[in-house]
């Protein structure tokens, strides 16, 4: 009887303490969940919603693929628009389902983004925020057509060389937004803002023709005005 109850005892106090380690944690859940997040008046995607990105990251695999006659799911069957999506698409030992639900999910981001803002979505795109979008969208969700459509004539923060001459504007609302337009032999003919922008403001740039390079930081994405 006493070995039982010392034995008892003994699995008790293991159990409480698995329990207390458990509970108490290194902190890392909490800091994740604490993590802070862009304001709502951000134009830039929560990096939060993002999904993990897929493999390849949207694009088609360099490796070798399944050919198209093996396209076919576990369960049900693809139709006709989600096999062109999938053709040339899925690594050989990728699960297609998988590699369609990773471009579902990037048609529902641009989705719901495009409803609350249509210029953060398609920022979103531009910056690539929204990995596989671009090759998503004309297969899985065409009604946003548009918003791909706008994307591809605009051009990411950064450097750029040789841009079409125009007006874009800045699809952010950094107040930090900067931008320059250097000829080929490195001298600038145009910067900005001419003033330091204020909260809600929007930035424009004009790109005069001639222009070598353009660099702009904090400004996230551009389109023609």
Same mark, same amino acid.
């Given at each position: 009887?006493?070995?039982?109850?010392?034995?008892?005892?003994?699995?008790?106090?293991?159990?409480?303490?698995? #329990?207390?380690?458990?509970?108490?944690?290194?902190?890392?859940?909490?800091?994740?969940?604490?993590?802070?997040?862009?304001?709502?008046?951000?134009?830039?995607?929560?990096?939060?919603?993002?999904?993990?990105? *897929?493999?390849?990251?949207?694009?088609?695999?360099?490796?070798?693929?399944?050919?198209?006659?093996?396209?076919?799911?576990?369960?049900?069957?693809? #139709?006709?628009?989600?096999?062109?999506?999938?053709?040339?698409?899925?690594?050989?030992?990728?699960?297609?389902?998988?590699?369609?639900?990773?471009?579902?999910?990037?048609?529902?981001?641009?989705?719901?983004?495009?409803?609350?803002?249509?210029?953060?979505?398609?920022?979103?795109?531009?910056?690539?925020?929204?990995?596989?979008?671009?090759?998503?969208?004309?297969?899985?969700?065409?009604?946003?057509?548009? =918003?791909?459509?706008?994307?591809?004539?605009?051009?990411?923060?950064?450097?750029?060389?040789?841009?079409?001459?125009?007006?874009?504007?800045?699809?952010?609302?950094?107040?930090?937004?900067?931008?320059?337009?250097?000829?080929?032999?490195?001298?600038?003919?145009?910067?900005? *803002?001419?003033?330091?922008?204020?909260?809600?403001?929007? =930035?424009?740039?004009? =790109?005069?023709?001639?222009?070598?390079?353009?660099?702009?930081?904090?400004?996230?994405?551009?389109?023609?005005?």
């Amino acid at each position: 009887m006493y070995r039982r109850s010392a034995a008892a005892a003994v699995l008790l106090a293991a159990a409480l303490t698995l #329990t207390a380690c458990g509970s108490g944690g290194d902190g890392k859940a909490d800091s994740a969940a604490d993590k802070p997040k862009p304001p709502a008046s951000s134009s830039v995607p929560d990096p939060a919603d993002s999904p993990a990105a *897929p493999t390849p990251a949207g694009g088609k695999p360099t490796g070798p693929v399944l050919p198209d006659a093996k396209l076919v799911p576990k369960t049900g069957s693809f #139709t006709e628009t989600e096999k062109k999506y999938l053709s040339g698409r899925v690594p050989e030992k990728m699960d297609p389902a998988a590699v369609l639900q990773t471009g579902q999910e990037s048609c529902q981001r641009v989705e719901r983004t495009a409803k609350h803002d249509k210029d953060a979505a398609i920022g979103a795109v531009v910056a690539g925020e929204i990995p596989g979008a671009k090759d998503a969208i004309p297969f899985l969700c065409p009604e946003q057509k548009p =918003i791909l459509d706008a994307a591809e004539k605009g051009f990411g923060d950064g450097r750029r060389q040789s841009p079409a001459p125009g007006t874009y504007r800045a699809l952010t609302q950094s107040t930090t937004c900067a931008w320059e337009a250097k000829g080929k032999d490195g001298s600038v003919l145009a910067s900005g *803002p001419e003033t330091a922008p204020k909260a809600g403001d929007k =930035i424009t740039a004009t =790109i005069p023709a001639g222009t070598a390079e353009f660099t702009s930081t904090a400004c996230y994405a551009w389109v023609p005005a």
